[in-house]
């Protein structure tokens, strides 16, 4: 006697697609940039529905383009930033953010250089004080090794 087939049973799914809110891909800084060298870095949106927004800043301050620091929308998708001639000031945190109408996703990464010794000066204003206070660091690295603290006043 032959057996009859089962039945086979059928499903179907159906998936609805939700727009979603950006991500970033992570990026980074050559770790081998010099001052007075170029550097440049990408912001790419590989999540979420465009159209994007992007923003840069550093150190929390949004970046206005000027002649030697300036952001260029590759593609929809894509932000670059580009410093020309990396300069002591430029060091810090660069931070992406790009937002849509689903909302919002921020990236930071940190500019370094490398070089024999850096020296960096920070003021702090008081409102509540009688004049500011200045703090001097003077770091140095030797080969191989991570930057070590040699003056603190």
């Known amino acids: ?27 980074v800084f050559s770790r081998n940039i010099a001052l007075g060298q170029r550097a440049s870095v990408a912001c790419v949106a590989v999540g979420g529905l465009a159209p994007f927004r992007f923003e840069w800043s550093h150190n929390d301050r949004p970046i206005i383009n ?38 919002r996703d921020s990236y930071s990464a940190a500019l370094v250089v490398e070089g024999d010794s850096v020296v960096s000066c920070t003021a702090f204003l008081c ?16 080969a191989h090794e991570r930057w070590q603290n040699v003056l603190d006043a």
Do not use: K, W
């Open 1 to 27: 006697m032959l057996a009859s087939p089962r039945p086979m049973r059928i499903q179907r799914s159906v998936s609805r697609f939700q727009p979603s809110t950006p991500e970033i891909q992570p990026f």
């Open 66 to 103: 000027t002649a030697t620091r300036h952001v260029v929308e590759v593609t929809a998708s894509i932000s670059a930033l580009t410093l020309e001639r990396v300069a002591a000031e430029d060091l810090g945190n660069y931070t992406c953010t790009v937002t849509n109408a689903h909302g």
């Open 127 to 142: 409102n509540d004080c009688e004049g500011f206070h200045l703090q001097v660091r003077r770091e140095q690295r030797r």
